[in-house]
């Protein structure tokens, strides 16, 4: 049968020259192939800069640390280099990376060199394993200065390295902004099992556009429910118009190390892992397969066709929530989006 045009796009990532608002994740203006067979500068070290005689982690020294990661990742961005952007990042957020670095490869264009400007931070007293910052972020040749909103975390091996990375929305600055001088709060006890329980059920269910019965857990959001909800439908019908169906399930949940309480609730990171497969409908080719254009293999490094009886696509999602006292009407500040591994069987 003849090759069918599918259009689908991963929201991208957060130091790639876009709009600050991310992307869907699957919108038919992306130039994307899913196939239906059957038919016939020198990096700098950001781990512990010190200034003498500071005896506690403060404000400062995360400076310190956030404009010693600039110089290093953003040089590891520029030139492409996984390795050295392992050394300054871990998951989730050095997914995203690895996925920008391998788009931009595709495409024959290196990602722009960043810098964070104006930071606002929020550090847990004492002696942390970690701490959030919300910045502007100045982008080579690019017009636009997105917000985004990180957590650091600091390794066993005392390397600090970032972890989570979204860029904010227009309308969510003044909140953003709100966690400067704060303390944050390490080891997940900002928010008690059963609400992160429903909040996770709750984002992963409304990212698929399903109906559930505790809707007013998560306010109605533009990013959530317009762009990724509604990307997600435009696939699925896509896909069902050459014969194919699609079906994600989460894996499992995490939430960040740090969160921090500002006066309309609680900032904090939700991760979901979650696992896209790809079948034939019943009716329909006997085989899916999916070629090098795709986004999702090229986020994941393939260069050739994939294709099988069905297709197993695993990807992260991050999801920076701000949690109300009741943790009902909880909002999506913002989120990202990619794919990590394509097997098939």
Same mark, same amino acid.
Not at 153 to 180: E, F, M, Y
Not at 191 to 196: A, N, P, V
């Given at each position: 049968?003849?090759?069918?045009?599918?259009?689908?796009?991963?929201?991208?990532?957060?130091?790639?020259?876009?709009?600050?608002?991310?992307?869907?994740?699957?919108?038919?203006?992306?130039?994307?192939?899913?196939?239906?067979?059957?038919?016939?500068?020198?990096?700098?070290?950001?781990?512990?800069?010190?200034?003498?005689?500071?005896?506690?982690?403060?404000?400062?020294?995360?400076?310190?640390?956030?404009?010693?990661?600039?110089?290093?990742?953003?040089?590891?961005?520029?030139?492409?280099?996984?390795?050295?952007?392992?050394?300054?990042?871990?998951?989730?957020?050095?997914?995203?990376?690895?996925?920008?670095?391998?788009?931009? #490869?595709?495409? &024959? $264009?290196?990602?722009?060199?960043?810098?964070?400007?104006?930071? %606002?931070? /929020? =550090? +847990?007293? !004492?002696?942390?394993?970690?701490?959030?910052?919300?910045?502007?972020?100045?982008?080579?040749?690019?017009?636009?200065?997105?917000?985004?909103?990180?957590?650091?975390?600091?390794?066993?091996?005392?390397?600090?390295?970032?972890?989570?990375?979204?860029?904010?929305?227009?309308?969510?600055?003044?909140?953003?902004?709100?966690?400067?001088?704060?303390?944050?709060?390490?080891?997940?006890?900002?928010?008690?099992?059963?609400?992160?329980?429903?909040?996770?059920?709750?984002?992963?269910?409304?990212?698929?556009?399903?109906?559930?019965?505790?809707?007013?857990?998560?306010?109605?959001?533009?990013?959530?429910?317009?762009?990724?909800?509604?990307?997600?439908?435009?696939?699925?019908?896509?896909?069902?118009?050459?014969? #194919?169906?699609? &079906? $994600?399930?989460?894996?499992?949940?995490?939430?960040?190390?740090? %969160?921090? /309480? =500002? +006066?309309? !609730?609680?900032?904090?990171?939700?991760?979901?892992?979650?696992?896209?497969?790809?079948?034939?409908?019943?009716?329909?080719?006997?085989?899916?397969?999916?070629?090098?254009?795709?986004?999702?293999?090229?986020?994941?490094?393939?260069?050739?066709?994939?294709?099988?009886?069905?297709?197993?696509?695993?990807?992260?999602?991050?999801?920076?929530?701000?949690?109300?006292?009741?943790?009902?009407?909880?909002?999506?500040?913002?989120?990202?989006?990619?794919?990590?591994?394509?097997?098939?069987?």
């Amino acid at each position: 049968m003849e090759d069918e045009m599918l259009g689908r796009r991963s929201v991208r990532s957060p130091r790639t020259p876009a709009a600050p608002v991310p992307a869907m994740p699957f919108a038919a203006a992306a130039v994307a192939l899913l196939v239906l067979t059957g038919c016939g500068g020198e990096p700098v070290d950001a781990a512990t800069p010190e200034p003498d005689g500071s005896a506690t982690f403060g404000r400062d020294r995360a400076a310190l640390v956030l404009t010693a990661f600039d110089q290093a990742d953003s040089a590891a961005s520029v030139a492409g280099d996984v390795e050295a952007l392992r050394t300054q990042e871990v998951s989730p957020s050095l997914d995203l990376s690895i996925a920008a670095v391998r788009r931009a #490869a595709y495409n &024959q $264009r290196p990602q722009p060199s960043f810098q964070h400007i104006n930071p %606002a931070f /929020a =550090v +847990p007293p !004492g002696d942390p394993a970690c701490f959030l910052v919300t910045a502007t972020l100045r982008l080579a040749g690019s017009e636009l200065a997105p917000t985004d909103v990180s957590q650091f975390v600091l390794g066993a091996d005392g390397q600090w390295k970032l972890s989570h990375n979204v860029q904010v929305t227009q309308p969510s600055l003044v909140v953003a902004r709100s966690i400067d001088g704060r303390p944050a709060t390490e080891g997940g006890t900002a928010l008690d099992e059963t609400s992160r329980r429903a909040l996770a059920a709750e984002v992963f269910a409304r990212s698929i556009g399903s109906t559930t019965s505790n809707r007013s857990l998560v306010a109605s959001s533009p990013l959530l429910d317009g762009q990724f909800a509604g990307g997600w439908e435009v696939y699925g019908q896509q896909l069902a118009g050459v014969g #194919a169906a699609v &079906q $994600r399930t989460m894996d499992r949940a995490e939430w960040s190390d740090c %969160a921090v /309480a =500002v +006066p309309t !609730g609680t900032l904090t990171f939700l991760t979901i892992h979650a696992t896209d497969t790809l079948r034939p409908a019943p009716g329909g080719p006997a085989t899916v397969r999916m070629v090098p254009q795709s986004p999702d293999l090229i986020a994941t490094g393939h260069r050739e066709d994939v294709s099988g009886k069905s297709i197993r696509v695993t990807r992260v999602e991050t999801f920076l929530l701000l949690v109300p006292a009741q943790a009902t009407g909880t909002s999506v500040l913002g989120l990202n989006d990619t794919a990590l591994t394509v097997t098939a069987s």
